[in-house]
């Protein structure tokens, strides 16, 4: 039985667990973050609802959890939702995994984002959250 072909395949396993365990030992990838200058527009075109005698009560959380609006849904509720296991009929909600942002609108007339900030901006937030969708450059 000729046994010379067992050194190359040893160097071969050897070779491609040295490689795999580099690969592993690789910092991890840092999450997307949205830019500031579009964190400040998505805040900005919150900001209307802002007024405490609005009929539309918003909440809006970014990944370093900072948060603005005058809603608060409450940590099982916020669990729920980032877990996608969560529904209501009084909330409109989006969560973006990618960024860590999440925004809740409390009472919305409508689902639609056109009824709610304006057809100029709901296209603006769409296209914001767009650049940082999963397949998106």
């Not at 040893?10 to 592993?24: F, K």
């Not at 209307?48 to 959380?61: A, G, K, Q, R, V």
């Not at 729920?80 to 995994?97: E, H, I, V």
């Amino acid at each position: 039985m000729n046994l010379n072909f067992l050194p190359p395949i040893a160097s071969l396993i050897v070779l491609s667990l040295s490689s795999s365990g580099q690969d592993a030992a690789q910092a991890p990838t840092k999450p997307k973050e949205i830019s500031a200058k579009d964190k400040a527009a998505v805040i900005e075109i919150f900001k209307p609802f802002d007024d405490h005698l609005s009929s539309t009560y918003y909440y809006l959380e970014f990944r370093n959890n900072e948060t603005y609006g005058l809603g608060n849904p409450g940590a099982n509720t916020l669990a729920a939702m980032k877990t996608g296991r969560f529904s209501s009929p009084s909330l409109l909600y989006r969560w973006y995994a990618e960024i860590g942002v999440l925004y809740v609108i409390w009472r919305p007339p409508t689902t639609s984002l056109e009824a709610i900030f304006g057809k100029e901006n709901a296209l603006k937030l769409k296209t914001i959250f767009a650049k940082y969708s999963v397949g998106a450059r």
